[in-house]
């Protein structure tokens, strides 16, 4: 999700009684006022997406109301975060997002998404003339050495985080930056049928801000061995992203190089729009 540097020019193609919840820093009153044009912006542009889980596109996705995340850098970029769930399952993640530009007063905007789903959904036609079709799913880890999920979903939220300490992430950005974990959850789920019991999303965000740029998904799922904890990194940036687990690389992402026309990749993401600043009052 880091897009500076494409602004410049380089076009780089918990709540446990509730299900969803909204990560965000707590901004003064005022801060809150000014960001909301934008944010009106970003739902605006999120409800336009429409996702299908199947090729017949009978079965849509459910874009969830709010984002889970809403997130700004101090170089005044910002943007939120959508889920789009099948059920109480999430199977799209997805960030509109945009940052100030040439000439003053106006902003970039870009959009980019993540299948969740563990099977390819329906191609998807997206703004900008691209199409995104994944060709496979998001294929989930064993968490080895992990202890045997909890009965409870407290005491398994609380297991989460703690396997959660054992995880970092990294991202190359003019040089190596440690990720910062977030331990709120973007989104906890708990689907009443299929394999997984529990799962939640977290979240790695540069330390200039609170841009996600590496997203992790756990989930307590039904095994032939029993219940069993899994794992699946997905990434939110177009910069290389690496993972490891006990100091121990467990997964590496290179730069990004958006396919043109369409995508057959699990991620995708491209320029979307140039807008005025809707903070701005026009003269």
Request: glycine share 8%; with cysteine.
């Amino acid at each position: 999700m880091t897009r500076s540097a494409v602004a410049m020019g380089i076009l780089l193609g918990i709540a446990l009684l509730a299900p969803f919840v909204v990560a965000e820093d707590k901004p003064d009153e005022e801060g809150k006022q000014k960001s909301e044009p934008l944010r009106t912006y970003y739902g605006r542009t999120a409800a336009k997406y429409e996702f299908f889980s199947d090729a017949a596109r009978e079965q849509p996705l459910k874009l969830v109301e709010k984002p889970v995340m809403k997130w700004a850098n101090d170089d005044d970029w910002s943007g939120d975060v959508f889920v789009w769930t099948r059920g109480e399952t999430p199977e799209v993640i997805g960030c509109v997002l945009t940052g100030p530009t040439e000439p003053k007063g106006r902003r970039i905007a870009f959009q980019e998404f993540h299948l969740l789903a563990e099977q390819p959904i329906a191609a998807a036609d997206m703004a900008g003339r691209i199409r995104w079709a994944p060709a496979e799913g998001l294929k989930r880890l064993r968490l080895e050495g992990a202890p045997v999920p909890a009965d409870t979903p407290a005491l398994r939220l609380t297991q989460m985080r703690q396997l959660l300490r054992d995880f970092t992430a990294h991202m190359e950005a003019n040089g190596e930056w440690e990720l910062r974990l977030l331990p709120q959850p973007l989104m906890r789920y708990q689907p009443k049928e299929g394999p997984v019991v529990d799962g939640a999303l977290f979240t790695f965000v540069w330390t200039k801000g609170t841009d996600p740029e590496l997203i992790l998904l756990m989930e307590c799922r039904k095994t032939k061995d029993g219940l069993a904890w899994e794992y699946a990194p997905v990434r939110f940036s177009n910069r290389e992203l690496w993972l490891k687990h006990h100091e121990v690389e467990v997964w590496r992402g290179p730069s990004h190089r958006e396919p043109a026309g369409e995508s057959g990749l699990v991620y995708t993401t491209h320029y979307l729009d140039t807008i005025d600043d809707p903070r701005v009052e026009p003269r």
